[in-house]
């Protein structure tokens, strides 16, 4: 290349307005790339509560398989809690995750007791004022639960709960049932059986899912 050429290929290169050109072109490209992977998360994230809607819209419309039973990996009911989570008290679960176990479950989240407390129905009560000094900020909580279906009736029972770290013994665990579990979620059945849908005979939780049947 001539010195002339060369010299005319660095000046056009440096133009401003040749610049800005390839600054928008680069930048277009940059933003419809995120806009793709933008567009993947979101569909990856909401396809699991996707395929878990679809199968409890099947069991409400009593459209069941030959096998008569549905299963629902541990994301999908996940995917269930979180979304009736977020509508009844947004902001307050962060990073919830869900492991089943043969004849149970163990949840997982950090819970923004202050964000709940703003949310709460329960106001200006000595149970309130009592819980607001026990539990406040945002700790890590663990919930295992053990569950026995049979017969269209369901029990959950809670066998250990922790706050940051902290086991709660029977009787706090009893407390803490009583004084925020209830309080916070009043249609809640905990330690007794409460009745499924009329066409549902049993939920059998296993390590890798749980197995609602059919009557």
Request: include cysteine; glycine fraction near 6%.
């Amino acid at each position: 290349m001539s010195s002339f050429r060369r010299d005319r290929f660095q000046y056009t290169q440096s133009h401003p307005l040749l610049r800005r050109k390839i600054t928008q072109r680069s930048n277009k490209r940059y933003l419809l790339l995120a806009s793709l992977a933008a567009a993947v998360l979101c569909l990856g994230a909401s396809s699991t509560w996707i395929s878990a809607d679809k199968k409890v819209r099947r069991i409400e419309a009593n459209r069941w398989p030959p096998g008569r039973s549905i299963s629902f990996t541990s994301q999908e009911l996940l995917a269930l809690g979180v979304e009736n989570a977020n509508s009844a008290f947004p902001g307050v679960l962060h990073n919830p995750e869900l492991h089943l176990i043969e004849g149970g479950a163990i949840g997982t989240a950090t819970v923004d007791f202050d964000r709940l407390r703003q949310l709460s129905p329960v106001k200006d009560s000595t149970r309130g004022w009592l819980m607001a000094k026990l539990l406040t900020g945002q700790h890590p909580v663990s919930v295992t639960v053990a569950t026995t279906s049979s017969k269209g009736e369901m029990t959950v029972h809670p066998t250990s709960v922790s706050v940051a770290g902290i086991t709660a013994s029977e009787n706090m665990l009893a407390f803490l049932i009583q004084n925020f579990v209830l309080p916070h979620y009043p249609d809640a059945v905990i330690d007794k059986p409460f009745p499924l849908a009329q066409n549902i005979d049993r939920i059998n939780v296993k390590p890798d899912s749980a197995v609602v049947v059919a009557k």
